[in-house]
């Protein structure tokens, strides 16, 4: 191109020269010859300097332009986004290398087509693809605006790309159409992970919302920071209470050490802990929680510490009776054999001293502590006769208040004795009749006026006794104005052998206990240091026949 414009330009000079220096030479005197040819020389120059000019101008804009192309093209194609230019009727002018392999294009095949007619060109797969960039593409125009949308792109293996495409509409002055430049990045792996992430979030909600075991979250300071709503059914607090509160808040004082110890071991170890430790409820008494810390680690670093706590309360008072019941039946079996071994010899020592009582008058007072010592032994005998294996029991209809009357007739001699009030009050208007065993219960309310008259203090003691009914449940209550007991030995209450009167055998409340079971009824005990103590018996009324009182 170079050389024809050489030769052109050559040929065209040397036909000029000539011929003006023959029409200057045909049409002017000798006089102004000279002069002629040298403006026609100065305009020849002017001429050629003024052409040469505009076309070294037209191809430095030219090499710029194409330099500047070529900075743009390797630009594009060094991106790892999809980019598109278009033009205003949405021809595709330039794109980068990921959008043709995006759509399986080639360099040669996109330029001055439309995405309907690259979805017709390419595999008919991405025909779908072309028509909704399409429709995005003019809704773009439509609003004026840069829009940010995501499109999916099916692949031929099945897959799904994802893009986070924005578009940029320009326009001429007049407001008319000039362009529409396309930038997409892939966000399928990010969508992906997000996915993942969703999921494992909605696990660890699950999880901590509809856990049964309370889970509670801390700082390191072991201040609250999140409760899941178990908290509130485990420990009668709602999650709001306790946020930003320390954990110690919800333990009792004496535990406070102990807690700060297995934080500061969590803190420093890195290390999960389990134990077991009483929790003040909101609502009642305390509650045992089998728990255990874990350290809470974002990004390699200990944020926080997480605890689960499961309420083993129940489970530990089950696992309490099973041990009583088990040292009942083993008490029991060996009571069997040891009392019908010491029944036998003991009628025969009581013969022996009735005997002599009657023959030896001159030692008849120590005979009369030999005989009491003896009956206190038989007493011990048919107690323990009571733990052995239970036999058949024939329940009656029996009226409750009767046989409290009839025991407490019976004892009312010995309260005297001691100058000790036994008072019996009943609010009910009719009687309660329950099926039960009388003598059985005559028994339990005998150990249990009697151990109200011991611990009752002598010339001023006065024993309360009620009987009230709550719904289907017979309730009587025996109070007494002693010493009290302390919280730890009302926790021992019941246990074989276990007393703290100096001469018991802790047979009665054993025995006691055992009626009440037998019944399916229950019983507590209550008591304050020096103020005095309050049994409540509850036995259901399974056959109720009302009669009015006379």
């Not at 305009?43 to 037209?58: A, E, G, N, V």
């Not at 045992?288 to 309360?313: F, R």
């Not at 120590?366 to 036999?391: F, G, T, W």
Request: hydrophobic share 35%; aromatic share 8%.
């Amino acid at each position: 191109m170079k050389t024809k414009f050489l030769i052109f330009f050559f040929l065209g000079s040397i036909i000029w020269v000539i011929s003006t220096n023959l029409l200057i030479r045909e049409f002017h005197t000798s006089s102004n010859l000279i002069s002629m040819i040298h403006i026609k020389e100065i305009l020849y120059i002017s001429f050629t300097t003024c052409l040469f000019y505009y076309f070294i101008k037209r191809i430095e804009e030219l090499n710029t332009s194409k330099e500047d192309k070529e900075r743009l093209s390797t630009l594009i194609n060094a991106m790892v986004d999809f980019v598109n230019f278009k033009d205003e009727k949405g021809r595709w002018i330039e794109a980068n290398k990921v959008a043709l392999e995006l759509f399986n294009l080639e360099e040669d095949q996109y330029r001055g087509k439309t995405d309907i007619e690259l979805g017709d060109q390419a595999r008919s797969f991405y025909k779908n693809s072309f028509a909704h960039c399409m429709i995005s593409d003019e809704e773009t125009w439509d609003s004026g605006k840069i829009a940010r949308i995501e499109e999916n792109i099916l692949q031929p293996d099945g897959t799904k790309k994802i893009f986070d495409t924005i578009k940029v509409p320009l326009f001429h002055e007049d407001r008319s159409r000039k362009g529409l430049v396309i930038i997409g990045r892939d966000i399928s792996e990010k969508k992906r992970l997000d996915e993942l992430l969703q999921e494992s979030q909605q696990q660890y909600k699950s999880l901590f919302l509809y856990s049964q075991d309370m889970i509670v979250m801390m700082d390191l300071s072991g201040r609250i920071t999140q409760a899941n709503p178990q908290f509130k059914e485990i420990t009668g607090y709602q999650p709001e209470e306790v946020l930003q509160q320390p954990i110690t808040h919800l333990f009792p004082k004496d535990l406070h050490d102990e807690l700060f110890k297995s934080l500061e071991h969590i803190r420093q170890t890195n290390q999960h802990i389990q134990c077991e430790m009483a929790m003040n409820h909101k609502n009642g008494p305390q509650i045992i929680l089998e728990c255990t810390a874990v350290p809470m680690i974002i990004n390699n670093k200990q944020a926080g510490i997480i605890c689960y706590g499961k309420d083993v309360t129940k489970l530990r008072l089950a696992e309490e009776q099973l041990r009583k019941t088990e040292k009942l039946s083993v008490v029991g079996e060996l009571s069997a054999s040891v009392a019908h071994e010491i029944r036998n010899p003991l009628t025969s020592l009581k013969g022996f001293v009735q005997v002599l009582t009657t023959e030896d008058s001159k030692h008849e007072f120590y005979y009369r502590i030999m005989e009491e010592e003896l009956d206190r032994i038989n007493h011990i005998v048919s107690e323990l006769l009571l733990l052995a294996k239970p036999q058949e029991i024939k329940f009656i209809q029996a009226d409750i208040y009767e046989l409290l009357h009839n025991v407490i007739s019976l004892l009312k001699t010995e309260a005297s004795l001691h100058n000790i009030q036994i008072q019996l009050k009943s609010y009910l208007r009719t009687q309660i009749s329950i099926l039960c065993e009388p003598n059985q219960l005559k028994q339990l309310f005998i150990n249990l006026i009697k151990n109200a008259i011991e611990a009752s203090t002598d010339g001023d003691g006065e024993i309360m006794i009620s009987l009230e009914k709550e719904e289907d449940t017979a309730i009587i209550k025996i109070s007494d104005n002693g010493d009290g007991m302390s919280p730890e030995l009302l926790t021992k209450l019941g246990e074989p052998f276990y007393s703290s009167k100096e001469k018991g055998t802790g047979l009665g409340l054993t025995v006691s206990n055992k009626i009440v079971q037998s019944h399916n009824g229950s019983i507590h005990f209550s008591s304050i240091l020096h103020e005095g103590t309050t049994v409540t018996v509850k036995l259901p009324i399974q056959i109720a026949s009302r009669v009015p009182v006379g």
